[in-house]
């Protein structure tokens, strides 16, 4: 019989993506999305701290410290900044983060300078189907081919000077937010805002539950993901498993779905870890979640920044199913609930290797085994035997 799970309260999962959708946090510029996100943790009563530039770092205290584990939701969002101001008026922007241009044709935002907020709308070159005509379609798809026309008296560049705006100046894209009675959401920024409300749904599932976790488990949010950083100095404790949750593309060559968790076996990094990805299937299998495993060809994640900077650390990738990533994005319910389970389930788990709390030192009795030497397949060409090699015949 399955354990019971703490059950996420989805309408409290539902008002916090709504609210963090609410908050401007492209990279570089997130400090009220942390300050809000700090405030969810202080009501739950979940200790937290922050690094210098806002990682937010918290504890669920567990029945025993070693071996811990972290899960990493990121707090920034894809947007852009001001990389020139034309004579005309209008803006030339320059991406935050990884996205195309096309995405941001059309969009309303917000621009931040050192003085208040100015909106605007970004727009192509050719902007005007009856002053161009075809001239329109024939634009390259590019950021130099697109421009910030701003809600303003700005038709020259003393006119930018006079409203304060300056080159490095923030600009943050509408989320345009809809959640529909058929289940679905639809907005920008899903990424990875409805991962963070996932998580922060499972931690509150798991407070109010009274149920203690076996092993301290560190909640983390992190702010510059979408740059490539992300969980890179976020690790102070000795963390021996590590959990991703982001977003699972959902398109053609993928298999992830909107109605369903994906388990990342791979991305731009390379392959995640065995054990601990295996681990998060079986407790997907065991509660009875919908699950699916996927590859991501052009993705990188908080999970490989921490083993990129040097962190010894098992981790896997959780993330909900999204079609358009990085655009204006969709998912479904169904997704962030199953979401919010597994994270759940995880953090109640006990850990993949009890023994990871140390490291195996001059033996390979604790050391993990993917598949035994009996178990292998062999071929026509034959090959010393494991034995003939490493048995008695060492020197």
Known sequence: MNRTLPEPDLEYLQRVLLEMLAIPSPTGFTDTIVRYVAERLDELGIPFELTRRGTLRATLKGQQSSP????????????ASVRAIKDNGRLVLAPVGCWSSRFAEGSRV???????????????????????????DELPISWDHIELRLD???????????????????????????????GHISARHLDDK????????????IVDSGVQPLIDC?????????????????????????????????????????????????????????????HLLHLASEHELPVRRDMFRYYFSDAHSAVAAGHDIRC????????ATHGYERTHIDSLAALS??????????????????PAQGSL??????????????SDTRVPSVESLMGDNRN
């Open 68 to 79: 811990d584990r972290a899960v990493a939701a990121h707090l920034d969002t894809i947007g």
């Open 110 to 136: 917000s621009l931040f300078t050192d003085n208040g907020v100015i909106r605007g709308s970004v727009l192509p070159l050719m902007a005007s189907g009856h002053a161009f005509n075809t001239g329109v």
């Open 152 to 182: 303003a008296y700005c038709t020259t560049r003393a006119d930018c000077d006079s409203l304060g705006v300056n080159i490095g100046d923030f600009v943050a894209f509408d989320p345009l937010p809809e959640f529909t009675e058929s």
């Open 194 to 205: 409805a991962g963070v409300a996932a998580l922060l749904a499972a931690l509150k599932a």
């Open 218 to 278: 560190h909640p983390l949010f992190t702010i510059t993901e979408e740059t490539g950083s992300g969980a890179a100095a976020a690790l102070p404790w000795d963390v021996s498993e590590f959990v991703g949750i982001d977003i699972a593309p959902v398109a053609p060559g993928q298999h992830s779905s909107e109605h369903a968790v994906s388990v990342a076996m791979q991305d731009s990094g390379g392959p995640y870890d065995y054990h601990l990805s295996r």
């Open 316 to 323: 896997a990738l959780l993330a909900f199913g999204c079609d």
């Open 341 to 358: 389970r597994l994270l759940g389930a995880y953090i109640l788990s006990p850990p993949v290797f009890a023994s990871d709390a140390q």
């Open 365 to 378: 009795d604790r050391f993990s085994h993917q598949i035994e030497h009996d178990a292998q397949m062999e």
